[in-house]
């Protein structure tokens, strides 16, 4: 027998990777719906199945889905409707830019989620100057 490559396209956990994603997209269709319909607790059961999918079959999800929704209650993430987005830089007066943070905010059970904006730190002086002899010199 032959068995599937990794991350190919038909691949050996293709079945388990379309019941992730559908899923994911039932869940974001009734969180869409749920203002209406008041349906937040399926879409909710849906994200736990998902996870636990991935969990069981130990495949990883993709990051943006991943930061997609709450940890803690399984809320899909919907920015103005289930969570708060907000920049914050713990350094004092915001000196430091490589600093920054965006701070995600569930609005069902509370958790911050805490995502790095990385902005490249420069470099120190001493390397800097460093780098400008070395290319004077070249």
């Not at 999918?53 to 130990?58: D, E, I, N, P, R």
């Not at 701070?103 to 805490?114: L, Y």
Request: with cysteine; aromatic share 6%; charged share 30%.
């Amino acid at each position: 027998k032959s068995k599937g490559k990794k991350d190919s396209a038909g691949g050996v956990n293709s079945h388990i990777r379309a019941r992730i994603d559908y899923l994911y997209k039932a869940a974001t269709f009734l969180q869409a719906q749920s203002s209406a319909h008041h349906l937040p607790q399926l879409s909710r059961n849906y994200l736990s199945q998902m996870r636990g999918v991935s969990l069981k079959t130990q495949l990883r999800l993709p990051v943006d889905m991943k930061r997609s929704f709450c940890k803690r209650c399984d809320t899909l993430l919907l920015p103005g409707v289930t969570c708060t987005r907000e920049m914050r830089n713990p350094s004092r007066g915001r000196r430091k830019p490589w600093a920054e943070l965006l701070v995600i905010r569930c609005s069902t059970c509370g958790t911050e989620k805490r995502f790095p904006q990385t902005e490249k730190r420069s470099k120190k002086l001493t390397d800097r100057r460093q780098e400008q002899g070395q290319e004077k010199q070249d």
